[in-house]
């Protein structure tokens, strides 16, 4: 079964200094996808970025990474040059490729606040 | 071009009532998802439907049903309501049914069942 842990509940971030989200997974599977969305207060999930299993280099996308340790299986999202409207929840997420459906498992998330 | 729409915003309803939640996906995208979010967790998947056809349910009792139309629009109904259905429903759409279809999502509709 899939499942996806983030550990930190919450995290803080001085503005304009980088932040590490921490994301590990857990499957069986060969082929899966990982992805990233942030979730401010309004309620909407933004998609940040994805990453492939089979990938051989780490996604960037903008002010995003993702450090994609398959071995560690950890999939941890770097935020650059953080902004104050970085602050809100982020959730990574994982996708089986083998099953041919699109469903995502979620994790519990982790609030990141950026100080001014 | 205009992203996920979901209506209603907002739903209060008593328990036992039946609730129908509505979704329009991105224009040219053929697949759509619920998910349910309860406060404090992550999403929860609840149904994909790829050209008007069931391609995966979550594990959620039969109270709750969807279906998607011609214009790939979709409708997720929840039956006989309870306290815990109390939740933010988010709807994404994707261009594709798997694979590489990365998954958009609308504002969602917060559903509170007293």
């Known amino acids: 079964a899939q499942k996806i842990t983030q550990t930190q509940p919450g995290m803080f971030v001085q503005e304009k200094e980088a932040v590490t989200l921490d994301c590990t997974y857990d499957?069986?599977?060969?082929?899966?996808?990982l992805f990233w969305y942030k979730q401010p207060s309004s309620g909407e999930m933004i998609f940040l970025i994805y990453q492939g299993s089979y990938d051989q280099q780490n996604a960037t996308e903008g002010r995003y990474s993702l450090n994609f340790q398959k071995a560690r299986k950890s999939a941890n999202l770097v935020i650059s040059a953080s902004q104050l409207g970085d602050s809100a929840m982020y959730f990574c997420a994982m996708r089986d490729d083998q099953t041919g459906a699109n469903n995502l498992f979620f994790g519990t998330g982790t609030r990141l606040t950026v100080i001014p | 071009d205009a992203g996920v729409t979901q209506s209603p915003t907002h739903l209060i309803k008593t328990r036992g009532q039946q609730v129908t939640l509505r979704c329009s996906p991105i224009s040219g995208h053929k697949s759509v998802s619920w998910y349910q979010q309860v406060l404090g967790q992550g999403p929860q998947f609840i149904f994909q439907y790829y050209e008007k056809e069931e391609r995966g349910r979550g594990n959620f009792p039969d109270r709750f049903s969807a279906r998607q139309f011609p214009n790939y629009s979709s409708e997720l109904n929840v039956n006989a309501l309870l306290l815990g259905d109390s939740a933010l429903y988010l709807c994404?759409?994707?261009?594709?049914?798997?694979?590489?279809?990365?998954?958009?999502f609308g504002p969602g509709t917060r559903l509170t069942v007293l």
């Open positions: 499957t069986s599977d060969p082929s899966y996808g």
């Open positions: 994404a759409s994707s261009y594709l049914a798997g694979g590489q279809g990365t998954q958009y």
